[in-house]
């Protein structure tokens, strides 16, 4: 538990003071920049960074009110909207990229050799089979 309590406070703490941007800013811009177009509607913004409905809303809204991210009516469905990456995001996301890196570097990968890291990662890939 307190991997999974303190590893991502300390990889936000990180973040936020070399850059100024939350890990879950980081997450959302990351998510962006990955989907085709680089934008995706809410909910699925919501579901690939695991936060919540209102969650995805206060954090697209903040990235917003920076000039990194849109957030626009979905054509499809006049319920839905849509985010979109932008290039001021992307920017800031590439700028952010090796300072977490380093960070998780830092925090985890430095203190695990290589046997143990695949036969880590096998495992957890067991783990996360399971959840489904």
């Known amino acids: 538990m307190r991997v999974i309590v303190a590893l991502p406070r300390s990889l936000d703490d990180?973040?936020?003071r070399s850059?100024?941007?939350a890990l879950t800013e980081y997450v959302v811009l990351m998510s962006l920049s990955e989907a085709e177009?680089?934008?995706l509607r809410m909910a699925d913004l919501a579901a690939a960074t695991a936060l919540s409905a209102?969650?995805?809303t206060r954090v697209v809204d903040a990235l917003q009110s920076r000039g990194q991210v849109v957030k626009?009516?979905?054509e499809g469905d006049a319920r839905g909207n849509v985010a979109t990456l932008t290039p001021e995001g992307l920017n800031r996301l590439q700028a952010a990229y090796p300072i977490h890196l380093?960070?998780?570097r830092k925090r985890v990968m430095d203190h695990l050799d290589g046997r143990s890291?695949?036969?880590m990662v096998r495992q957890f890939e067991t783990v996360v089979e399971k959840f489904d």
């Open 54 to 56: 209102s969650r995805i």
């Open 19 to 21: 850059t100024g941007l």
């Open 102 to 104: 380093a960070s998780a």
């Open 37 to 39: 177009n680089q934008e």
């Open 72 to 74: 626009r009516r979905y």
């Open 117 to 119: 890291l695949t036969a």
């Open 14 to 16: 990180d973040l936020l």
